[in-house]
Structure formats: C-alpha cells, structure tokens
DNA sequence: ATGAAAGCGCTAACAG
DNA sequence: CTGTTAGCGCTTTCAT
C-alpha cells in the first residue's frame, strides 16, 4: 500500500507538500500540486484513515445508533442523516441496538474508541450510556426519544399530542371501546402514545381502563399476543390504537385469525405510514410521522455542535399528521 | 482523554504492560493485569482506535455495502451479518449505496482508507469497483449479486430457478397471459428473475413477448408505472410476477387505481416474504428469501477468507421457497 | 511556497 | 514476566 512517502519521493516533493497539496491547502504552488496529484493517481494512493485520525484526533465520520434497523421508521431516518451528513462531507456509520440496552452501550464505546465527530442515538437504555459522550465532549443529538436529565440536543415527534388526536378520531367515529397497544415501559414514544391516549379519553369523559391496554415490545409478536389477549376478555375492545408499524402486522394477524374484520367490528389507527398501509383490506389510517425530517433536523443539530460545543441545548418537535383511511371508519 | 501512558503512570507499571493486560494476553501477572484494569476504570480510559489500527494495521471492523437500507430484503441480510461478525468480536458499519455506482465507489474507497478488515457488499455498480479491494489484498465477499469476472466468494439465491416455479405455478393455476415486471437492466437479479420466467413459459411452449415485461428500479414508484403501462394495453396480462416487495406495493396501487382485483382478474406472485404479504387482500403469494441466512453465509465466508486470503473463492446457492396464498389462485 | 522533523497513542520486537 | 524503544502514516509547527 503505497504511504504519503511513496507519492513525495515519486513526485520529487516532501511529505509536507504531499499532505498540503492533496488537502487542498491554497499554500502550494498549483504545478506541484498537479504533479503530486498525478504522483497519487498512478500509485493508485489511498491516505490511511487511522493515521490521518490520530494525528487529527478526529474523524469525519458520525455514528448513527438506532433501535432497531429492520423499522422503517428508522431507516427513513437514516435517510435523512445520510442525505444532510455528506453534503458536508461526512460518513455516516449505521449502528443498529437493537432496543437493548447493552448493544448501545458497545456501540457508544465504539464510537468513543473510533473518535467519531458525533453521534446521533435512538436511546434504548438509560440517560447513562450517554452520559460517557458528555464525559468525553463527544458531541451527540438524541432523537425520537429524549434523554432525561441530560441537556442534549433533541429532535421529536410530538407523539402524544398525535396519539390524542389520533384516539379523539376514533371516539368522534362512534367506537365506545377504544383500547391501545403500545410499545414497552420505559421507552418514552410508548409512554407517551398511551398517555396521547388517556389523554383523549379524560377530554372525552370516558373512563380509561386497564382492560383495555396493552404493553409489549415494538414488534410484531409482541403485538399479536397483545390483541389475541385483548379479543379474550369478557369486554372487547371495538377500536384499538396501535403505537408502531410492526405492531400493527400483528394485530392484523390477530384479527385475522379470531375472525374479527378490521374496520367493522374492530376501529384502528396505527403510528407510521408504512408503503403497504393502504393496501391492507381496510386501508389503514395512520398517524405518520416524519421521519426523514427528524433525521435530517438531527444531522443538522449534530454539525451545528461539532462546529460550536458550547451552543445552549435545543429541543426541536416535529408534528406527525392523521392520514384518515377506512380502518378507522365505522360502517 | 486518558491515554496507555496515564494508565501506566496510575497502576505503577509501563505502557507495554497496560497494554499487553488490557489486551488479554497471556504473559502477564493476574495481580498486576487486576491493578492495570483497576487503573483503566478509574480513569474512563478508552483506547484510542485509530492508534490501535493504525498500530495493527488492520480493523476488527467488516464494512457492508447495500444497496438500499429501506429494503427490508437487505436489512434482513444486515441482521445476518451482524450475528455471525458480534460473535467473534467484529463490528459491522453498514454504508447504503442506494443503487448507486458512485456511492458504492465511494464507500468502497472509505473501506480501503479505514482499512477495514473485510467488506461484504451486493455490488450496484460494474466488476470494477470491487476490483480496487481486489488489488489492495482486502477480503470481500459479494452477497445477492455475483461480480462478473471477479472470482470472489459469492453467496446467492437461486433466483432464476424460483421466478421459473413461481411461473410455472401461474401457469398450472391456468393463468393464460402471464406479465412480469422486473428491476432494471443489468442488475443480475432483475435478469434472473426474467430468465427464470421466460424459461417456464418456454416449458409450457407459450410464446414469451415484450409486452408483458416491463423493467424499471426496484422500487415501489418505478413497478407502479409499470404496471398501469401493462394495464393500458390492448392485451392485458391476467397474471404477473413481481421481483420484489416495494415493486408489489406500487403493483397493488396501480390494481386499486385501475379497478382491476387482485387474485380474481390478475393472478400475482411477488418476490420477498413481507411481514405484511399475507394481510392484504388477496394475501399475496410470495417467494420467500433466506436474506437472514444470506448474511449469515457471506460474513462466516468474509471471516474465514481474513483469516486465510489463499482460500478458494467459493459460490454459495441458497433455495428460495414458493410460498402459496390466494393472489395466485383462480376463482 | 517548501522542507525537516516532531509526535498523535498504540503495540510488538527486543532485552533483560 | 516486565520494561525500553521504535515506528505505524499522517499532519503540522517551525524554520528557511
């Protein structure tokens, strides 16, 4: 592998202005640089990131830590991080945690250890794991789910206020027995769908249950054993708001299978616009979240703190927005 | 940030011994191994990575290349490659080339410069690419999508045997004018996947025309185009095979839009098991990739060429199963 | 504008 | 078993 020496001695320059001259430094006369970027072609140079880092001791590069990677949600997430990220030049690395709390801890460590320029997290655990990037003035942006007690950088969706609003559809729609499935406690997006949705319950004066809620985790089989459980009961539910995409499969699934029709007996609104929802027999309403724009807005704050670490924190929420489709229409 | 040499200067010892005890090796005293990690914790210490890397030459580090982190087709082969890499300590950076050659190019060149240990990618671009890993003695093993010319390790669905059955299974369900609607030229597995079905029509001596193909990105907007061109013809398919899931979706919009029913006017058998497949109506008949089990195969090949780079290139072909529901069967 | 030389933090010879 | 030391490849003073 040929070394910045290897393109001097070719080029008949020092290191120095091997260095100055592949990095654009204006100070080098515009015929050397020619010829040593010649030089650099023909040896088919490469520069070798680790040393160019520790001798910056930094890396163009930010980690994206996020909760679960076969979610589209995130993925449009990554999207808009990447999209924002290398219009300036740098690379973004996927790290997916996979809602565990270990995972992320490893992959902040990680990030840490490679001196990334930042990191962008779904947190999944504890304000802790993050408190290690503070520590090390790792500049981070939280998004999706906020860090308590840290005053970080964040990027939301005001997830309860579409979680009341999406439950106060499905109350002015007629359904008497609205129930929700949401996400594990703990996580701050399932808390604050279920609390949307009390929310909209108290504002109605109707009385909420516990009957009537369920808490799993974000995923298909989670929500499937949920809404099984739920149609078991003396009193069913006859709508249901179901916190993520995945969720929403399962209790498809589940309705299916008990022979309940979806939209007819059973009113449902489920978060995120998945391409499919509108395909499903009834075509779902959803609450869809903008996702991409998170990404993106994240990317920006995470740039703006690796220019100026001493910006004051910010919080940005972003409205998500009821897509009315027949599932969560009464017949 | 506290370096060996703090760590050394704390436990009492010198840098090479904190480093051969935070390294695990062997020859050194349990007592002072303890004093040295006792040491390291209290001061946070974190190696610095690009100094190890840099020192070592090389990066536990596996770079994947795909080509489209909204495909849920390749983040299942994510998932895959990132429990066989975490398992004997490798971290995985995924990079999305968006079916882009250039961007592939350019993650290929940040692979090189960060001296990862190995890329796996399902190349976008032509052999070429790859060639440059090729030429620096990096491991890499191309996944989904052969490289021509290259011999490398490659791990593949038998695609065109699987569009054959999925053909022929539209055939024998008497379906008389079947269409396809495939991903763009020159991407190996769109071919495939119209070789396959050209060749059960040829098995069924029906005459194979142009006008019912249509090839466009594997995307939902290119496959939803598509099929309202098929649909606008004079001689409209009643049948149609579908190369991927997002493809489907813009299929099932164009059916929808057009009044057409799914499964009664137009048999359909689409590529890739989506959690969602079975949950429209008609539930789709699918031909289900082993992706998990894709990623799998390619990071063990990836791990064990690192570890040996005189091995023989090897191909390795994975089954794809017909999985049947009502989209492919006639009322 | 260019070169010489130091040094980022770590690991691996080599000595002891 | 432990310490001393060199050097990975790059960028960046400092000097010219």
Redesign the pocket.
């Known amino acids: 592998?040929p070394?910045?020496?290897d393109v001097a001695a070719r080029a008949?320059?020092?290191?120095?202005?091997?260095?100055?001259a592949?990095?654009g430094k204006p100070?080098?006369?515009p015929?050397?640089?020619a010829r040593v970027r010649q030089a650099a072609d023909e040896l088919g140079?490469q520069?070798?990131g680790p040393?160019?880092n520790?001798?910056?001791?930094e890396a163009a590069v930010v980690a994206l830590i996020i909760s679960d990677v076969e979610n589209p949600f995130f993925t449009a997430i990554a999207r808009g991080v990447e999209d924002v990220a290398h219009e300036v030049g740098y690379s973004v690395v996927l790290c997916n945690s996979d809602e565990s709390a270990e995972k992320e801890r490893r992959y902040v460590d990680i990030a840490i250890q490679e001196r990334v320029a930042g990191v962008i997290l779904s947190p999944s655990g504890p304000a802790s794991t993050v408190a290690k990037l503070a520590a090390r003035g790792t500049a981070y942006v939280a998004v999706d789910r906020p860090l308590p007690g840290q005053d970080s950088d964040v990027v939301l969706v005001d997830t309860r206020l579409a979680a009341r609003e999406a439950t106060a559809h499905l109350i002015a729609q007629g359904y008497e027995q609205v129930g929700c499935i949401t996400g594990p406690v703990g996580v701050r997006t399932a808390d604050d769908r279920l609390a949307g949705y009390r929310d909209a319950l108290k504002a109605a004066r109707r009385r909420s249950t516990p009957k009537l809620v369920r808490r799993t985790e974000y995923k298909s089989a989670g929500a499937h054993r949920a809404a099984l459980d739920l149609l078991s009961q003396a009193e069913t539910p006859d709508a249901l708001l179901i916190a993520n995409s995945a969720m929403a499969v399962g209790v498809l699934q589940a309705l299916q299978e008990r022979g309940v029709r979806a939209g007819r007996d059973v009113g449902l609104v489920t978060f995120d616009d998945a391409p499919w929802a509108a395909l499903v027999d009834p075509p779902l309403t959803v609450v869809a979240q903008p996702a991409y724009e998170l990404g993106a807005v994240a990317a920006r704050l995470l740039l703006a703190r690796i220019a100026d670490p001493t910006r004051p924190a910010t919080t940005t929420t972003l409205a998500a927005r009821l897509t009315e489709r027949a599932s969560s229409h009464r017949h």
């Open positions: 592998m070394t910045v020496s008949g320059v020092s290191t120095a202005t091997v260095s100055r592949l990095n100070t080098v006369d015929d050397l640089a140079y520069p070798n040393a160019r520790l001798r910056r001791q």
